[in-house]
């Protein structure tokens, strides 16, 4: 065991300082003290020399072994440094012992995985996984830009975007096109990010069959629906008073299903687009329009209104929009009770973002059902659902035009308290208003 090195230091000055002292002794009964003294003090420097290049020589060596003096500072600043080296030594071999597992384990992902420099996103490692999705290869690719291997401008886009972003879907792999990939920025470390790229093929496959499936089959019941309807129009209840009750709850679910097959294959022609024609969209005609179909829904059973805090239009797909926002404006109807009120509102925010609300004073919706409102036939009470005429795909329509609008639905809402909905824009789709278009 090494002992406190305030005893070795002092240890070693008591040896030296007996060594002074004896060569003055022996000097000084020889007559020539002072100069044997500056001789033995030349020798002690000597000494320490020799054990400091000894020292210096050992230690570059990559196995290097303590010399066997067991005292003086020399012998245990080696025994330290031995025993430090030793653990650094131990502790690097565990270190590339866990790397190398971890390469392994990177190695057998089926997810491509890429590890970029977070500043210039230039490739420093990559797994064979990215060999086969996206096409590298080693080492050729190493220390490459990643945007000069992938070059589609969706791909291009999303990297030059935020840390974080969210992922990118359905990319087209550069090694074979029939491959669809999902891509993913993480960011760890200080200066590094990874990138992981999933084959989603199969999962798209089955996402366009359940497409064209909702498509087809929307199609095909739109024809016999609207025979059905339009028989039960024919029919006079005042002719058979008794079936009276039965053909107006017939005629009531033929247009519920009519309208929900109106909507399925709304949301599949969404689906289908990356992107819509933008024209300017007048937002003080849309919010009159907005006011007067909510009142017609209403039946004077709620106040509306409609506020315009913004002053500007949007730029947009006018029907699409109007579809989203009349959706909401049909739920905030449905869902507040008789002498109410909706207020749809227009306005900007400090960073220039653009929101229009639709805010009610209604039911409100637990926070447990918030994060599943967007999707498809999703009820929060389905008997109210069902007694108000909703179909359960309105909020998916919304979220869907929405998102080709690269725009989000913000949902703020409590039980008993009624709920705000929240289309956001971003600042770049604010137009100057044409106030040719103000509402009469």
């Known amino acids: 065991m090494a002992r406190p090195w305030q005893v070795t230091v002092w240890s070693t000055l008591a040896g030296i300082g007996f060594v002074l002292a004896l060569a003055f002794?022996?000097?000084?009964?020889?007559?020539?003290?002072?100069?044997?003294?500056?001789?033995?003090?030349?020798?002690?420097?000597?000494?320490?020399?020799?054990?400091?290049?000894r020292l210096l020589r050992d230690s570059a060596s990559p196995r290097w072994w303590p010399s066997p003096e067991r005292d003086g500072m020399w012998a245990e600043l080696r025994l330290r440094l031995h025993r430090r080296d030793r653990e650094q030594h131990r502790r690097r071999r565990r270190l590339l012992q866990v790397l190398a597992a971890f390469r392994r384990a990177a190695s057998a992902l089926p997810d491509a995985t890429v590890v970029l420099a977070a500043e210039d996103r230039r490739i420093l490692w990559f797994n064979p996984a990215a060999s086969r999705l996206l096409g590298l290869h080693y080492p050729r690719d190493l220390d490459v830009r990643i945007g000069n291997l992938l070059r589609a401008p969706r791909v291009l886009a999303w990297l030059q975007g935020e840390p974080g972003a969210e992922t990118l879907l359905d990319v087209p792999s550069p090694e074979d096109e029939s491959l669809r990939l999902s891509l993913r920025m993480i960011d760890y470390g200080e200066r590094q990010s990874l990138l992981?790229?999933?084959?989603?093929?199969?999962?798209?496959?089955?996402?366009?069959?359940?497409?064209?499936?909702?498509?087809?089959?929307?199609?095909?019941?739109?024809?016999?629906?609207?025979?059905?309807?339009?028989?039960?129009?024919?029919?006079?209840?005042?002719?058979?008073?008794?079936?009276?009750?039965?053909?107006?709850?017939?005629?009531?679910?033929?247009?519920?299903?009519?309208?929900?097959?109106?909507?399925?294959?709304?949301?599949?022609?969404?689906?289908?687009?990356?992107?819509?024609?933008?024209?300017?969209?007048?937002?003080?005609?849309?919010?009159?329009?907005?006011?007067?179909?909510?009142?017609?829904?209403?039946?004077?059973?709620?106040?509306?209104?409609?506020?315009?805090?913004?002053?500007?239009?949007?730029?947009?797909?006018?029907g699409d929009l109007h579809s989203a926002?009349?959706?909401?404006?049909?739920?905030?109807?449905?869902?507040?009770?008789?002498?109410?009120?909706?207020?749809?509102r227009w306005r900007r925010e400090g960073d220039g973002a653009l929101v229009l609300e639709v805010e009610d004073s209604g039911y409100g919706i637990p926070a447990q059902h918030i994060p599943r409102l967007t999707e498809r036939f999703y009820r929060v009470s389905s008997s109210r659902s069902r007694g108000s005429g909703g179909t359960g795909l309105g909020l998916s329509i919304v979220k869907h035009v929405l998102h080709l609008h690269d725009a989000h639905l913000e949902i703020d809402s409590e039980a008993g308290r009624g709920s705000v909905f929240r289309c956001r824009f971003d600042r770049s789709r604010m137009l100057p208003r044409d106030e040719s278009d103000a509402p009469s």
């Open 25 to 53: 002794a022996i000097g000084a009964a020889l007559g020539v003290a002072w100069p044997a003294l500056a001789l033995a003090a030349l020798l002690a420097l000597g000494w320490q020399f020799v054990q400091l290049a």
């Open 196 to 318: 992981v790229a999933r084959d989603v093929s199969k999962l798209m496959h089955l996402e366009q069959v359940r497409r064209d499936f909702v498509a087809n089959v929307s199609h095909e019941l739109r024809t016999p629906l609207t025979v059905v309807h339009g028989y039960l129009e024919m029919l006079d209840p005042d002719e058979h008073a008794e079936w009276a009750p039965m053909i107006a709850e017939m005629r009531r679910q033929s247009q519920r299903m009519t309208q929900i097959v109106e909507d399925l294959l709304t949301l599949s022609r969404l689906e289908s687009r990356e992107s819509l024609d933008e024209e300017p969209v007048p937002m003080a005609i849309m919010l009159a329009t907005l006011r007067r179909e909510g009142e017609a829904l209403s039946q004077g059973r709620h106040r509306i209104a409609s506020e315009d805090h913004a002053g500007v239009d949007l730029c947009g797909a006018p």
């Open 325 to 344: 926002f009349s959706n909401l404006v049909g739920n905030a109807v449905r869902y507040t009770p008789e002498g109410g009120r909706i207020v749809v």
